[in-house]
């Protein structure tokens, strides 16, 4: 009774597929290829960002916060000096993402851009 096998695979086959239609809509879940819900990625993306700029802001104050002594202990200069050198690094740091994002969208191009910076910022290494 090849042809009644068949028919029992065929029918299992077919209430499997049903069972995993009906957990996936439970769990918000898709099962093919690990795929996670549209919501899901959104949450992760979310996420990702929020730890970068937590990261981010560390080293921003970290710097800043250390530049002053730095700069009058080693650097030998004057307490006005160095108060000088960190508003000047806090003012460069505040305004260069919006002057790339206004010459990354008006005159070069994002891609060509990010090619530009990733040059320099290897040249500088």
């Known amino acids: 009774m090849p042809g009644a096998n068949r028919r029992d695979t065929e029918e299992k086959r077919l209430l499997n597929h049903a069972a995993d239609k009906e957990q996936n809509k439970l769990t918000g879940r898709s099962n093919h290829a690990g795929n996670l819900s549209q919501s899901e990625k959104k949450l992760q993306e979310a996420i990702c960002v929020l730890l970068v700029e937590l990261c981010e802001r560390f080293t921003f104050f970290g710097i800043v916060c250390n530049m002053i002594l730095f700069c009058t202990v080693k650097l030998g200069y004057r307490n006005y000096q160095a108060a000088i050198v960190n508003m000047c690094f806090v003012g460069t740091?505040?305004?260069?993402?919006?002057?790339?994002?206004?010459?990354?969208?008006?005159?070069?191009?994002?891609?060509?851009?990010?090619?530009?910076?990733?040059?320099?910022?290897?040249?500088?290494?």
Do not use: D
């Open 93 to 125: 740091s505040m305004l260069t993402p919006v002057l790339v994002g206004w010459l990354a969208e008006c005159l070069v191009g994002r891609i060509k851009l990010v090619c530009i910076c990733m040059f320099l910022h290897f040249l500088g290494r």
